[in-house]
């Protein structure tokens, strides 16, 4: 006869036997889904792992659109328990967190910043050490601050950020770390550039010009730019940014040298990106430029990364430079504008309407 406490360690060692062996998926948490960057994660994660096994999560409300392509929840990642609870209802093996402040929003509110970013993660790093999960949370080129070598920076070198931002990402990095050398939790994290994308809008970073400069060239052929003419930064195309997260997410732990990796596709400045631009959309296309705060973030910040380590260890491999951003970009809002344009042109001025219907709006 078994002992029940024998019972008990056959049962869990079987389960845990059965799991282990299985081709199960993994299931996904994505926080912070709602983002800039997570609709095109939890898009890329459903078609590889199937759209029950990734749980998108942020605490907006998701329009139809979104909530019709698989499970959502709110998720904030200051309360812990929600978490937990989370992470239990759902079986969750992996979390990809993108719950963040960015740099300049973390600047106009440095209090909501820090208790995202710091307090938040620390919910999420005790939920994963608690339920032995699988974690990827980005850092980014922030990190780095004004004493920091600007060119080809390596991943380890001076680290001493002036925004909550970097301060924050820095503390994410060694807490990461940390609970993985003393409490075994799987962290990985890479240091993004300036991400772009025509999939959603940015969310309050320093690199959001480089966005904001198509819908405007598409929309008045001019763009007055937050940051200076020459300010060129590291930056990267949505596409290589989600491929490379994955590729992280998945590699096996024994490839891994490091837990946190530099990630570097392209530079450039305004006003290259603006010449680009002109010369693939309009010769005829506006800069001017109009700095503020985000200048002092930005001349912070290096303008090259070295990414060797990550092409080593597995296998970054970005695809997109300067010119391939920009024909991706048009190619992805040309339509949207011309579309957008015929429809406003379609409509009956006031003067066409007949009087009923003028009133009545
Ligand atoms: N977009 C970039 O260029 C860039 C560059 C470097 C690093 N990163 C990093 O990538 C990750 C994703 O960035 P993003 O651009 O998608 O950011 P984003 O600002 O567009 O999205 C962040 C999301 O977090 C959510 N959020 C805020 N407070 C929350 C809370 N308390 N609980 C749960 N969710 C909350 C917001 O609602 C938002 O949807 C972040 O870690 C960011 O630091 C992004």
Wanted: proline share 6%; net charge neutral.
């Amino acid at each position: 006869m078994f002992s029940l406490h024998q019972f008990k360690h056959l049962t869990s060692a079987g389960f845990a036997r059965r799991l282990s062996t299985s081709t199960r998926s993994p299931r996904i948490l994505v926080t912070g889904s709602l983002g800039q960057l997570g609709s095109t994660m939890v898009n890329t994660l459903r078609s590889k792992y199937g759209q029950e096994n990734v749980i998108a999560s942020d605490i907006k409300k998701p329009t139809l659109a979104q909530r019709s392509t698989g499970p959502f929840v709110y998720a904030d990642v200051l309360n812990y328990r929600s978490l937990d609870q989370i992470v239990v209802d759902y079986g969750i093996d992996w979390v990809v967190h993108f719950s963040a402040i960015l740099s300049a929003a973390g600047e106009r509110n440095p209090a909501l910043g820090l208790n995202v970013n710091i307090n938040g993660f620390q919910n999420i790093l005790e939920v994963a050490k608690a339920h032995k999960l699988r974690l990827l949370s980005p850092s980014t080129m922030g990190a780095f601050g004004p004493s920091t070598p600007k060119d080809d920076t390596p991943d380890l070198t001076i680290m001493r950020p002036n925004t909550i931002y970097g301060i924050s990402k820095v503390h994410m990095e060694l807490l990461g770390e940390y609970y993985c050398e003393k409490y075994g939790v799987d962290f990985r994290s890479l240091r993004y550039p300036g991400i772009i994308s025509a999939d959603s809008p940015p969310g309050g970073g320093t690199t959001d010009y480089a966005v904001d400069i198509f819908h405007a060239a598409l929309e008045h052929n001019r763009y007055t730019c937050f940051l200076k003419a020459e300010t060129r930064l590291p930056m990267a195309f949505i596409d290589d940014c989600i491929t490379g997260t994955v590729q992280l997410l998945e590699a096996p732990a024994e490839s891994l040298t490091q837990r946190t990796y530099n990630v570097h596709a392209c530079a450039f400045s305004p006003e290259e990106l603006a010449q680009e631009i002109r010369r693939q959309h309009s010769k005829d296309f506006v800069i001017d430029y109009a700095p503020d705060f985000r200048q002092d973030i930005a001349d912070t910040w290096p303008r090259t990364m070295a990414d060797v380590a990550a092409r080593k260890d597995w296998g970054w491999n970005p695809l997109f430079g300067t010119s391939e951003i920009v024909r991706s970009m048009l190619d992805k809002l040309a339509p949207v504008y011309k579309n957008a344009a015929i429809a406003s042109q379609s409509q009956p001025t006031s003067a066409e309407l007949p009087p009923a219907a003028v009133t009545a709006n």
